[in-house]
């Protein structure tokens, strides 16, 4: 099992930044791709980014390119999203993920951070 806890969430203005941590505990693996997801009202959940712990390329989605970055935390087990130049459509309950390399479907989820953009 690997647990994971999000932290950093909250009410921004549109243009400005956030920092979202994830940390994984648990069985954790060099071999393990942690992603985040967000679930905007009424729409589905979808995945913004992916990265795995072994360093490899990470994913972007196309809404987020340019704007979000993820990378590993200072923190040992720690998975970062950087999110600038935020904007109101970014307003969703973001989600920390995980899933073995082999596998498609992410097993692991955190709890969820609410990220309100007003504009």
């Known amino acids: 099992q690997v647990q994971l806890k999000e932290s950093g969430g909250g009410l921004v203005q549109a243009g400005d930044s956030l920092r979202l941590s994830c940390a994984a505990s648990?069985?954790?693996?060099?071999?393990?791709?942690m992603g985040w997801f967000r679930q905007a009202p009424g729409k589905e959940r979808t995945l913004l980014a992916s990265?795995?712990?072994?360093?490899?390329?990470?994913y972007y989605a196309d809404s987020v390119k340019g704007r979000f970055t993820i990378s590993r935390g200072n923190a040992q087990k720690t998975i970062i999203l950087q999110m600038n130049s935020l904007q109101s459509e970014d307003t969703a309950i973001y989600y920390c993920?995980?899933?073995?390399?082999?596998?498609?479907?992410?097993?692991?989820w955190g709890q969820g951070l609410q990220v309100t953009v007003s504009s």
């Open positions: 990265l795995r712990w072994n360093g490899a390329i990470p």
């Open positions: 993920a995980a899933r073995p390399s082999g596998r498609d479907e992410y097993e692991y």
């Open positions: 648990g069985r954790t693996t060099s071999s393990l791709v």
